[in-house]
């Protein structure tokens, strides 16, 4: 195996700036695509097109689990797995193929993405959706493992660029395919045709920088495929749980309020993704220090790291937001040209439960890194079913903001109260657990987005409400800074003085 000279630390400081740059740039593309797609397509195919995509994406979760799973073992059984997964892919892609099949000749497609039958011929929906399956089944065997030599190889930062020129790719083809009028069949196929050409380039750069690494595909031996896939199957029970509360629910919003309600939904939900974002920005760095301290039993350090991330991912998530959610009316309207009008209710639960994902993003780190995947299995099919069992209870009544409360109180249970007792629960084998005060000071810390949350839910939010939560989270920062351990107080003065 290929070693690199570069320090680990080098390298994961260069991955870390790769993933600044992919939130900029990122964000930078959806807001761009958004209002670009809504006037030249209109909200019924620009939703049909989300529609079509979120479908995809959830067949697409089949096989993730098993591609997430293989190529983590010694070099030797390393090459024997990814052989094997060869064969096991394909067989998962045609499962994938025939979920398809099944959808168009039964007349289902319909009522899985939500649209009209009339939606389905007029767009082309049942080809569309073939062309994106089927390219996936050919293509994912090969490619998908192709991806994960990218980390034996030692190549992550590679990996990640290749990651964020797909996804600009994409994004970038599909302003495109709507500035020239393309249909949706036509925008499928450019679809397939650009991620194609990304796992080619990918494909030819890994063959010239690792050459040590082929061949491994001739290998023979199917069992060891077989005992992968059996282990990984509560990788991919939890993308299907992670999937449904993500393209599940644009495909409920297309089946409830039709293609055009998609565009409604989808845009609050990037608004409030670009806050996540910022929030895994903070969460990542501290993988490997939290898992360390688990590793060493070092556990004042472990919620000494705790309480650093639930301050200063506070002060930059839910600060940013009460300054920033003031404005967002006026630049939703601009955003969007006005095609859409902005559901309060719906985009204050959502940026609600982004604060409360945030508090609970270190505990789903932690619990992530120490492979809990029993507590993480529970944890989303928990939020699956609260999305989607108060989603059909609110939505009648309240329409999207019924969908926002259901999101908030998914959060609330799952990343809050299932975060704490599934972290408190692997501590106490150790005689540990996490210290209620610090618990307290970060939950505080939410209080105010709450607040802001439950006013434009059953009313208006007056101008008073903007200061009393402003000046309530500038005291309770105040407070968790007082608190703070000394010396991760000297650390971040030190970095604000440099």
């Known amino acids: ?37 809504l006037r030249a397509w209109g909200s019924d195919r620009y939703g049909a097109w989300l529609a ?43 499962i994938e193929a025939a979920v398809w099949a099944g959808l168009v000749c039964t007349g289902k497609l319909a009522s899985v993405l939500g649209v009209g039958a009339a939606d389905v011929q007029r767009y082309h929906l049942g080809a569309a959706f073939g062309v994106l399956v089927l390219a996936s089944a050919a293509t994912a065997p090969y490619l998908g493992v192709l991806h994960r030599l990218f980390i034996p190889a030692g190549m992550m930062y590679e990996a990640s660029w290749f990651g964020v020129v797909n996804q600009s790719a994409l994004v970038l083809g599909q302003v495109a395919a ?28 890994l063959r010239r920088k690792a050459p040590e690494l082929s061949p491994w595909w001739n290998i023979r031996g199917i069992r060891t495929g077989i005992d992968d896939f059996a282990k990984s199957t509560l990788l991919t029970l939890s993308g299907i749980g992670q999937q449904l509360t993500t393209s599940g629910v644009v495909l409920f919003v297309s089946s409830v309020f039709g293609a ?17 974002m910022l929030s895994n920005v903070f969460t990542t760095p501290f993988l490997p220090e939290v898992v360390r301290f688990h590793g060493t039993k070092e556990h004042e350090k472990l919620f000494k790291a705790f309480r650093a991330h639930w301050f200063f991912s506070g002060l930059i998530v839910n600060i940013s937001m009460i300054f920033v959610l003031p404005f967002f009316e006026q630049f939703y309207a601009i955003w969007t040209r006005r095609a859409l009008q902005l559901d309060k209710g719906l985009f204050f639960c959502t940026m609600a439960s982004v604060s409360l994902a945030n508090f609970g993003s270190i505990l789903n780190t932690y619990l992530a890194g120490i492979n809990e995947l029993g507590a993480q299995l529970v944890t989303t099919a928990v939020r699956a079913m609260i999305v989607f069992g108060l989603g059909f209870a609110l939505v009648p009544w309240m329409g999207l903001r019924g969908l926002g409360v259901a999101l908030l109180i998914a959060e609330g249970v799952c990343s809050v109260i299932l975060g704490i007792s599934f972290t408190n629960r692997v501590l ?61 107080k000297s650390r971040a003065l030190l970095i604000l003085h440099t």
């Open 260 to 276: 055009a309600g998609v565009p409604l939904f989808t845009t609050v939900r990037t608004l409030a993704n670009l806050w996540t």
């Open 52 to 94: 079509l995509i979120a479908g995809y994406t959830f067949v697409r979760t089949i096989d993730t689990g098993y591609m997430t799973y293989v190529g983590n073992e010694d070099q030797a059984r390393m090459r024997r797995s990814l052989a094997a997964s060869l064969r096991i892919g394909l067989g998962l892609g045609v």
């Open 428 to 488: 106490k084998r150790f005689e540990s657990r996490l210290p209620w005060r610090s618990i307290g000071l970060a939950l505080l810390g939410t209080l105010p987005i709450q607040y802001l949350a439950v006013l434009s839910t059953v009313g208006q939010i007056q101008v008073a409400s903007w200061i009393v939560a402003g000046a309530t989270m500038t005291g309770i920062l105040w407070i968790s800074w007082r608190w703070l351990d000394p010396d991760v």
């Open 178 to 205: 709507a500035l020239l009028g393309a249909s949706l069949l036509q925008a499928a196929l450019l679809f397939v045709a650009l991620q194609t050409a990304n796992y080619i380039a990918s494909t030819i750069y």
């Open 1 to 37: 195996m290929r070693q690199r000279a570069e320090p680990i630390q080098r390298r994961a400081l260069k991955v870390t700036i790769v993933g600044v740059v992919s939130l900029v740039l990122g964000s930078v593309l959806s807001f761009v695509s958004v209002p670009v797609c």
